[in-house]
Structures are given as C-alpha cells and as structure tokens.
C-alpha cells in the first residue's frame, strides 16, 4: 500500500510540549501527538472502494493485512504523525471550554490527484481530550457512523466519508442510555474522511484564551491548504474566509431539510469550516413530520437542535465563529453585513429547494404560501416525510382531489379515515397544488423525473440501523452489505427492495435506537 503522505498540519501548527498522553488542559497548540491504542483481535467488516479509490488505495490494500493494521491503529504508517486536536465549543448554547478529539486521532493526510485529504480513527484509544472517557468506541455507534456518512453522500448532503470499519475485538463499557444500567459491548474502530477535520471549535479555542498568535496561525494555515480560491490579503482575507465558511454551512443545512435529517448535537465543536456533515452521533431522518422532532434524549427537554430550529442554530454557530475570527479583523461591519445577510439568504435557498421537491421551476410570490399551508398539512398528523413527498411525484394535473389524497395516504402513520377539516385542508392544498402546476411548461414524465432526482426514495431510517446492529452483535453482516448496496441509489426505485419503503414499524416507535438516541458511544 503506496500512500503519499503529506503531514501539512502538524508540520505548520503548533505541537503540545508535552508527549504524555494523559488527560489535561493544552495550551498554546493545536494539537497533541498521540499513538493509537493497539486493538487486541481486529476484523475488517466492511471497506468502501469508491472512496478508497480516490485516496490511491486499491482493492487488493483493502483486502492486506497492512490495510488492518493501519485502519485499526495496530500500527503507524512509515513517514506519519498521528495526533489529537485541540478546540473547544459551545455545547447546547454553553461554552464547554477545552473539548478536543476526546475519541478520534487523526493518522495522515494524503494527497491524491491534487486534493488533500485526512484520514482519521474514531474509537482508536485514549488522547489528551479525552477526559473521564476511554477514547474508545463500540460497534452500534460505529456502523451508524459509517453508513450514515456515506448514506449522506449519496443523498448529495456535504459530509465526510467513511474508509472501513473494523471489529477491535475488544469489550467496552457504555452506558446507552445514562440511566446507570452499564453494560460491555463490542468495540470498533471507523475510519472517517474528509479535506480535514478543522471545526469552528479550533478557532474558539485560541479566541477564548486571546491567544491571537496561534489564532492567526491556524487561519492562515486553513486558508492556504483548504481555501486557495482566497487570494485577498489583510483583514479582507479573514472576511472572505467567513463569509465562504457561512456560504457551504449555510447549503449544507439546506440540503439537510430537503431529506428531512435531523444532526442532533449542534454544537460548534461538531461544526465543520468546510460546510460538511461531521459526528454523527444521535441523528435521525425524519419519519413523521414534526418540526419539533430531536432524535437526541439529552436535547429532549429543551429541543434546542430539533429539525425546524437547524437553520437558526447554524445562524448562532457562525455568530460564535465570527466572534472567534474577530481579533484578526478587529471590525464587526463586515462580520455582521455576512451574519445578517444569512437569515434572508437561507430563507431564499430553502424556498427554491421546497420548489424543487413539489416539481416547480418557476418562482411564484404565491409558492410561499403554498409551501407554509403543506407544512400545516404535515404538522396535522403523523406524516411519513420522505414517502409523502417521493408519492407527490405521482400526482397528475388531471386527478381529482380524492386521487390525490389517495395517492399519498400510504405515508400516513395512522389508517383510520382522514378527519372532515383535516380532509378539507388537504383538498384546499391539492386545489392549490393543482392549480400551481398549470403555471408550469414541462411534462408529467419530466416533473416526475426531476422530482424524484431530489426526493429520495430510501433514506438511512433509525430502525434500520438498529435492524443491522442487532445482526452485527451476532456476527451477521449481510443487512449492512445489503443496507449499504441499498443506501448508494437512493433515488433510484429499486423495486428488489421496495420492503425498505415503509413507514417505521409500530415495534420501533418507542424502542432504544430506534426513536431516541443518546451521545453513548
């Protein structure tokens, strides 16, 4: 396995004095050397070659023993430096203070056909980060991590990606709930992806202790390797890099609410400076529609990162990172000008994204109303949000307002017959509906066409995570090979697996896994 490593970060930033991986406060660096814990018996599960193939690694790496000793963290590739970050952040509106890869390290960066890329284990062992944890992780959290990343890739959502996940063939205590019932569990170890794994949470650390040294290093150091497209210099520079970090964060949240994914942790640690999807922890896919819907049981009290507050949390976490790059600029004029601009900015991309998804190409004053009277709709009863909008594609501007109801009552949770007002309410939308679609100059077969490139008939649903853990605990993994087959033409019919386009199933409503998730991992 021939990799081109490149070690920009740790060769350009500054290293913790201290070698001792033991759990502390670091100060004055952006990160700490650290060596991966050496897994006792580990197993390749799964690998993913399209990825691989991108980072010049072939199948015949994938299947080497060199492959599962890297990827496992056995041991260091020749000419790497493994190490920890160090950031902080604001967990659920609070500063947390230091934070840090507490359960990541990152082994390498790698240059393949003129793009960077950094390879990092999550669940790989101890760091300075680390706190009172074990750095570890175990196998249910791990397979929701890998194959969500890459279920995110394929629904056009920015995320990292994933490389392989590996059995440590360890045991790991965790407590799944945090309701004092701990229990061992297999361990494992993923290998995440991304240009790198730099987060608003870097740059609030330095900001927090005005160490406006490093700060500017680490700036500087970002711009020039992941932001070359900036060549304004000065204060103008640090502008540019905000206002391009608010730009991807902002269409990435938007692509968040068109398939209906709900992050679940917020928080600015967790929030990448390349508009990409990092740490999937409790996520969820919408299943019914519901604006206030968490899939996290820490947010459950307060909802804070619930689905129809994303885009105002996203608004807060650039205020924060704007507050953190401030000391390089020294004015807020242009900060502010960015940070206002957004909230206009956002609602104009989610409005033509809502278009897309009900097949309209032209823009309408009146499509506003239009959209706010279907999320009343949805809101109304228990509403699958992917089938009803994947069924909506099947709508013709000749049916009658019965077969229009009809046609999307399979994404309704409940079978008993729709209420008189809620009956009526559907019937005014289809009205309107009906009556918007003759302003459009495309056929039937192309609205469907179109609209079933963006809403995806197969979405990463919690059940089916939990399904494929449950095998996994038994050594079974052919329900994560056929979910991941499944997972890479979400769009696509697939009539082989027309059991996957189903509501979520009366035994998972309330189950562990299926409905609420916690940060155990």
């Known amino acids: 396995m021939q990799l081109k490593i490149q070690n920009t970060f740790t060769n350009e930033l500054p290293a913790d004095e201290t070698s001792e991986n033991a759990v502390r406060k670091v100060f004055n660096a952006a990160y700490s050397k650290v060596v991966p814990t050496a897994p006792s018996l580990p197993k390749l599960i799964h690998s993913t070659v399209e990825i691989a193939n991108e980072l010049g690694i072939i199948i015949e790496d994938l299947q080497s023993q060199e492959f599962l000793e890297i990827f496992s963290g056995s041991k260091v590739y020749p000419n790497s430096l493994p190490y920890a970050m160090c950031y902080g952040g604001h967990q659920f509106g609070v500063w947390a203070g230091q934070l840090g890869d507490g359960r990541a390290i990152n082994l390498f960066e790698i240059e393949n056909n003129n793009k960077l890329y950094t390879l990092q284990l999550k669940g790989a062992g101890k760091t300075p980060y680390s706190r009172n944890a074990d750095g570890l992780a175990v196998l249910r959290s791990s397979i929701r991590e890998y194959l969500c990343a890459e279920a995110m890739h394929y629904l056009d959502v920015p995320s990292t990606r994933s490389l392989s996940i590996i059995e440590s063939g360890d045991k790991v205590l965790r407590d799944i709930m945090y309701n004092g019932n701990p229990a061992f569990e297999k361990g494992a170890i993923v290998c995440r992806v991304a240009p790198s794994f730099i987060r608003f949470g870097n740059f609030e650390i330095f900001a927090s202790r005005n160490d406006v040294n490093n700060l500017k290093k680490l700036a500087d150091y970002t711009i020039k390797h992941h932001f070359p497209e900036i060549q304004s210099e000065g204060k103008q520079k640090y502008i540019d890099f905000f206002r391009t970090i608010t730009d991807s964060t902002k269409k990435m949240v938007v692509e968040w609410q068109r398939v209906g994914f709900v992050h679940g942790v917020m928080n600015t640690d967790n929030m990448s400076i390349h508009g990409i999807t990092i740490d999937y922890g409790p ?30 949390i996203t608004h807060w976490n650039l205020y924060q990172l704007a507050n953190a790059i401030y000391p390089l600029i020294n004015e807020t004029e242009d900060l502010v000008a960015i940070l206002n601009s957004y909230e206009e900015e956002f609602e104009k991309e989610y409005l033509q994204m809502m278009r897309n998804k009900l097949g309209l190409q032209k823009r309408i004053d009146s499509d506003k109303e239009l959209i706010s009277q279907l999320i009343q709709n949805l809101s109304a009863r228990e509403t699958d949000f992917t089938i009803f909008f994947r069924l909506l594609s099947s709508i013709k501007m000749e049916d009658s307002i019965e077969e229009c109801i009809s046609k999307i009552a399979f994404s309704f949770y409940t079978a008993d017959d729709i209420k008189d007002v809620e009956r009526d309410n559907w019937s005014i939308w289809f009205t309107n509906y009906l009556n918007r679609l003759q302003l ?10 179109n609209m079933n490139k963006i809403n995806p008939k197969y979405v990463f649903r919690n059940y089916i995570a939990q399904l494929i853990i449950e095998e996994a605990e038994k050594d079974n993994y052919s329900l994560l090979n056929e979910i991941y087959s499944l997972l890479k033409k979400p769009y696509d019919e ?13 035994w998972a409503r309330e189950k562990i896994g299926c409905s609420m998730l916690s940060c155990s991992s």
């Open 440 to 449: 459009e100059d495309i056929t039937y077969e192309e609205r469907k066409s």
């Open 494 to 506: 697939q009539p082989e697996n027309e059991k996957w386009f189903a509501r979520r199933p009366d």
């Open 283 to 312: 996520y969820g896919w919408l299943e019914d529609f519901n604006l206030n819907w968490t899939p996290n049981t820490t947010d459950n009290g307060q909802k804070r990162y619930r689905y129809g507050n994303q885009p105002q």
